[in-house]
Nanobody, 122 residues
Framework: QVQLVESGGGLVQAGGSLRLSCAASGRTFSNYAMGWFRQAPGKEREFVAVISRSGYRTYYADSMKGRFTISRDNAKNTVYLQMNSLKPEDTAAYYC???????????????WGQGTQVTVSS
């Protein structure tokens, strides 16, 4: 089992920035690719970004490219999501998740955090 706890969400004005963190415990963190997903009210959960076990590879959803940056610190068992130039449409609950594979599909992810809310005001 891997336990994941997100933090760093909050209320920010459009154009602002937030950095989300996801702390992992349990099994070896570096064994897993880590992803971020988000879910807005009334919408399906969607992929945001993924980072490989080593941190050398990353992949983003098109709408996040150039604005969001995923990173990880395996020594601290933590994955981050730096979000810049935030827009009201980025408002959602953000979830981190762990996967055996480097992918963007929800079913690939075994373990999920409880989420942290990000609200972007216009």
């Amino acid at each position: 089992q891997v336990q994941l706890v997100e933090s760093g969400g909050g209320l920010v004005q459009a154009g602002g920035s937030l950095r989300l963190s996801c702390a992992a415990s349990g099994r070896t963190f570096s064994n897993y690719a880590m992803g971020w997903f988000r879910q807005a009210p009334g919408k399906e959960r969607e992929f945001v970004a993924v980072i490989s076990r080593s941190g050398y590879r990353t992949y983003y959803a098109d709408s996040m490219k150039g604005r969001f940056t995923i990173s990880r610190d395996n020594a601290k068992n933590t994955v981050y999501l730096q979000m810049n130039s935030l827009k009201p449409e980025d408002t959602a609950a953000y979830y981190c998740a762990a996967s055996d594979s480097f992918g963007s599909r929800l079913p690939e992810y075994k373990y999920w955090g409880q989420g942290t809310q990000v609200t972007v005001s216009s």
